[in-house]
């Protein structure tokens, strides 16, 4: 008999990141940035990389940080021996990457509903609204970016089923991870960490590399709660969503029981056999009833069929526990809160 094929999931291409890169900002001088330079404006900031002539009602309109910040700096120019123009300066200690995109953010808000070139420069540009939204208290571009940040992750099992977020980098899958702990936004994180606990370890422990080459880690503290998932995911395949086929129990109405069982373990043994050792598949849906039926009988396959459905979506409801995280009730609720 020709063995089952079994179609697994393939684990996404990844590079594990022993390398520790670091860039000294140091020795570049921050250069005037071309479309943040208002001749008009009222302030200079200066980042790492940029610096920026803009206007400090504007800001301080959008941010109470700014308003905040700006409440005590002289208006007007003449301040000649702050080497700003004579504009009054003010150091931010924020990436010059991250202030670019936020400052357009807040002079044209509709900017990130632009077609972006890639994902790659539109998470960029959402992540750093997120991130620059919540320290300077930017409630609209906080509910701005989460809104479109939700649409690249799974937070429901027909989302998760449908595929949306599977073909996420995985070095935005760590960045997400990050800003969802650095900004509170806790409903990022379930997705996020069930993603990442089907890298292989070395993955998981020593980063991955983004496109510039800088490696990105998660925190010690999200590696123990990915891995720790991951044992738990490996339970739940096992035991509740894959139950069926490795804890197979007698179906009242089957009418060859000896059949049943020894196409169950044929199937399983080629399910071991192509899936990659220690990688959880307990939300992933099984694929091979068409294999199953091949020495199943109906009664036995239209059962494991409706326990399979049921228990993935029994699991789903604690998926944020397998991470730590409690209820998807508490992480809706926990959103957004400042
Ligand atoms: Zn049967």
Redesign the pocket.
Known sequence: MQGPRLRQPKRPRLEPEDRRVSVDHSATQPCRHPALWFEDGSVILTTDTHTFCVHKTILASHSPRFAEMFKDLPTGRGMRESGGDGYPVVPLSEPGRDMVNFLRYLYDPFILEQRFPDVEQMLLAVVAVLRLSTRYKVRRGRHTAMKILKQEVATSLEEYASGRGQNLPPHWIIRLIRVARECGEQELLPFAFLQCSGWPIPCIIGGISSPNGNPVYLSDQDRATCLLGREKLLDVERKETWAFLYNPQP?E?????K??RAQLFTVLADKLRDTPAGMPLAFKEFEAWDILAQG??????TKFKADHEQARKAAWQKLPWIFGLGTWEELSKSQGED
């Open positions: 179906v109405a089957c009418t060859k029981a059949a049943c199943c009988c109906k009664s036995c396959v």
